[in-house]
Every structure is written in C-alpha cells, then in structure tokens.
C-alpha cells in the first residue's frame, strides 16, 4: 500500500496536469472574442478539486493493469480529463444563473454571471460545451475509441444525464422524493458525469469489456457517495470551507439524503457505498491503487 | 436545367426527411425527464427553414457529383443534416432569453422560456448541443470521417465559431462597426454554421480536397449573403411574414448591413455573392444542382 504522502503527490500531479493542460489549450484571454476567451478561461482555470480529471486518469492507470499507458494514451488522457472538466465547469456556470439556482459565490469567487454578465454566463457555458467535444474529437487513439468517447461523453452530458438530472432537481423544489426517486435524480446529475469520467480513462487505455464492468461498478458506487457527501456537508460544513454558500438545499427545500434519510443513515449508507467501490476493482490489481485512493477522497473529503 | 417545380419538390423532400429524423430519433415527449423533453421538441420540431440540413444534403449530392450516395452515406447525411438543426434550434433557444435578445415570437409561436420558462429554456439548449455530437458519433461511416465531422461542429459552433459571433454581437450594441469588422462578426455568428453545414455533407460523402474547396467558396458567399438578406428583411419585411418581430435589429441598435452600407447597396452586395456562389460550384457538374437551388433559395426569400 502506498502512504498517504504519496497519494497526496499523485493527486496534486494529475490536478496540475490537467489544469496545465487547459491552460495551454483553451484559447487565450487575448484571442478575440477577448472577454468570452477571458470569461471562459476564468470559470474552467479558478481552481475546483479536478475529481473527475483525476478519475480519467486513476481509471486510465487501472485499466492497462499492471502495463505502461503509451505515450500517447497518456495525452489521450490529457485531453479526456479536460473533456469533463470543462462540461463540469460549463454546468456550473449555467447552474449559478439566477433563473437557475442563482448562487453568487462558486469556489470562493464570484461567480462568472457576476464577475462578468448574464449573457456572457450563458455564452461561456455554450461555448465550453463544443470545446469539451473537439479535445475529444483531437485524442490521439484509435479512431473507433475516439468515437466512442464522443458518444459517451454525449450521452452523459445530455438530457437523459447530466441535464435530464438537473430539469429533475429544478421540478423537485418544495417536493417529496422518495428515495429512489432521490437516488434517480442523482444518479443523472451528479453520477453520469463521475461515470463517464471513469469510462473514459477505460476507453483511451483500451479496457476490455470484463474490465469495463469493474470500472462502471466502481463508478456507480463512488457517484452515489459523491452526492451523499455533498448533502451531508450542505448541513455540517460552514460556508467559508465549502467555498459556496452551506445550507442552500435545506433553504432552497431541495430533498437531500439527509432531508429523506437522516443524518446517520446517511453516513451509514457513505460507508457501504466506500466498500463496494473498493470491492468493485480489487480484481484491477495495483494499477488501481489511484481509484482506490480516489473512493476515499471524495468519501473524506470536508468541502 | 431542372424546372422550379422540381426544386421546390427536393427541397420540400428535404425539410421533410430531417423532420423525420429528428422526430422518431430525439428522446420521445414522454421519456423522464417528460418536461425537458417535450421542450426540447417544441424548439427543434416546431418548423424552420431548415437551410442548414438541406445544406448537408445538397453538398452531399454535390460531393458524388456523377455518382450515387451509398445508403449509408444517406443515413449518415440524415445525422449531420439533424445535427446542423439542433445546434441551430439551441442557439435560438438562448438567444431568445431574456438575457440575451429577450424575444417572445420565433417561427410565429412563442419562446420556448415563454410557453415553459426561462430554466427549461437554459436546459433545452444545453441538451440539444450533445445531441447533436451523438448524432454524428453514431454516423455509419468511416470512423476518421466521423472524427472530421465531430472536430468541425465543435469549432463551427464554439467560441471562434458561432457563439463567438454572438458575444461580439451583444458586446456591438450602440457601437459603430466597421464594414470588415461586421463581416467578422456574421461570419462567425451566422456564416459558421452554414459553412459547417456544407463541409459536412462533402465529409459525409467523401469529398477530396479540391471538391471542398470548392464546397467552401459556396458556402462563404452563401453565408455572407444568408446575413445580408436577414438584414434587409429587418427593415423591409413585416413581423407576420418574418416569424419574429421586423425592425428588431434596428430598435435595439445593433449594427446591420444596411446601417452600415445602406439599402441599395446591400442589395448589390447581394447580387454579386449569388453570383460567387453559383461561379464557386460550376466544375461540380449537374450534381451542384440544389446546392444551385438552395443559393437562390436563400437570396430570394422573404422570411
């Protein structure tokens, strides 16, 4: 088992990686349209724990087990991992708006609709969504890989994913879920995205479809305690830590875990969903020690 | 020469066969999320000209010249022609917003954030863009022209494409342009996409490079002149016959053709890029009839 030292290191390695990665290959504040470019580049560079680019990469490393990625898979990865931080960072903006959940403050900052204005808010978020497409359509791998990532990353951005679960959570204001109802709505909104995010590691190394499974399992478990975690901290954290307004859900009356299951049951629930997720890839072997230290950070995580 | 009867036969067969596409291949009104997903049907499905998706086809035509598409070269044509109109369809969607254009009419029937509101409106947009890239990523042609595809709809339609047009657009009001610096702007906002359009079809059916070299003079005078003619019909036409409200442009300000170069000359302008495009596919034979078609189509109309 590695220390905890070195899993730190692997985690800041990747978050740099990709945030270099953006950095160099989304267009330049000064490139006109200069304050769409400086607007864009200011939702998608302020920072954000890059969870998903880590998952392609952890994901990447355990699906070519214990062989080397190539050279150029290893750029593949780059681009993938930029691909779900910027449909990720588009979300986000979108969701900030005030005809959506209109929040002010997102990772400590003002948020892109007040930094800059409506129209440029929604502009960043149409135009992050088609370079997320075209990083893909650039990964330097097999044609028939390179589409497959198109579809998938589609799909999970789309309305029967990542939109479909947010049109859910907007209709469900002042509305009793149940919980699979809850669990759904999810596994849309926050899960698909987290998914993809795995599958796409797969996909760039190659996995085989046994190994796929394992990935996907993984997945579905760490998405399902990612939203767990993020209700939980809604209502233990302080706004300072979260970098976003706490409380909101319970304001907003917005059904969470916790509003439909209770705080313990909810850190119950957390615990199982960390020990399927390691279960689901210890037929990886060690190349899936970085999803394994994946599960635990976004299960321990305090904001 | 094919008489007027039979061009309007072709593109009538046309809107037709993208219609149809879209209607048995976008998510059905009743799948979950049943809201989203209705919405997303009226934007798309609710008429329009649809110039874009007879584009694709004609420019597939085109690209065979004397030969016959494949049938799976014309299912692939249906994919990129329904493509093209969601991305279109989406780009209404928000520009419509109050944030933006804040309109209520479009194709004579309310906005989609009139007849649902303005989150379903934001979500209508963000769904329809991936959809449109699962489209062509289920294209049933050679996986590196299908990668071509993708790459070219994500620039088209991103921030140095068509929403960068659109952020020099709302960042233009009350200001004086110049006439090389409004032909920048058109070309990106409008001319993109109608570019993009054409290429697909030469991608889709195999074109070599002097064929879309060819294709991309067409389409360029032809995306230049789509803009000029919008911009006469501001100021020419009633709001009955256009489908959204006449003398728009004009009230808010912004600067068109005609504010710029005036009325007559902006007819002239006219004439001289009919003839661009109609010069640009002569060596394209008898198959460059409906993208001839579609020149005229284009120029001559009244909404």
Same mark, same amino acid.
Do not use: P, Q, R, V
């Given at each position: 088992m590695p220390n905890k030292e070195q899993n730190q290191q692997w985690l800041e390695q990747? #978050? &740099?990686r990709v945030a270099h990665f953006l950095e160099q290959n989304m267009p330049m504040a000064e490139t006109t349209p200069a304050v769409l470019h400086e607007a864009m580049r200011y939702a998608v560079l302020?920072?954000?724990k890059r969870v998903r680019a880590a998952l392609v990469y952890a994901a990447g490393e355990a699906a070519v087990q214990n062989a080397e990625l190539s050279s150029a898979q290893i750029k593949a990865l780059d681009h993938a991992a930029a691909a779900v931080e910027l449909i990720h960072a588009y979300s986000l903006v979108h969701d900030d708006l005030p005809c959506m959940d209109d929040d002010e403050l997102r990772r400590g900052r003002p948020t892109v609709h007040v930094a800059y204005d409506e129209a440029t808010a929604m502009l960043v978020g149409d135009a992050l969504q088609p370079l997320a497409f075209e990083f893909l359509a650039t990964m330097p791998i097999a044609p028939a890989l390179v589409i497959q990532a198109v579809a998938a990353l589609a799909k999970a951005s789309g309305s029967l994913g990542m939109v479909g679960g947010q049109? #859910?959570?907007c209709a469900s204001v002042d509305k009793h879920l149940s919980l699979e109802e809850l669990r759904q709505m999810h596994r849309m909104k926050t899960g698909a995205m987290l998914e993809v995010s795995v599958l796409l590691?797969?996909?760039v190394a190659?996995?085989?479809s046994p190994v796929r499974q394992r990935l996907t &399992?993984?997945?579905q478990a760490v998405g399902l305690a990612f939203q767990v975690v993020d209700d939980i901290l809604d209502v233990t954290a302080d706004t300072a830590t979260l970098g976003k307004t706490a409380g909101k859900d319970a304001a907003d009356n917005k059904p969470t875990y916790v509003s439909v299951m209770g705080l313990e049951a909810s850190r119950q629930l957390l615990a199982e969903l960390k020990d399927q997720a390691?279960?689901?890839i210890l037929p990886l072997g060690n190349g899936a020690q970085s999803l394994q230290l994946l599960a635990n950070f976004i299960v321990d995580r305090n904001h």
């Open positions: 990747h #978050i &740099e302020g920072g954000g049109a #859910i959570d590691g797969g996909i190659g996995a085989s &399992e993984y997945a390691h279960k689901a």
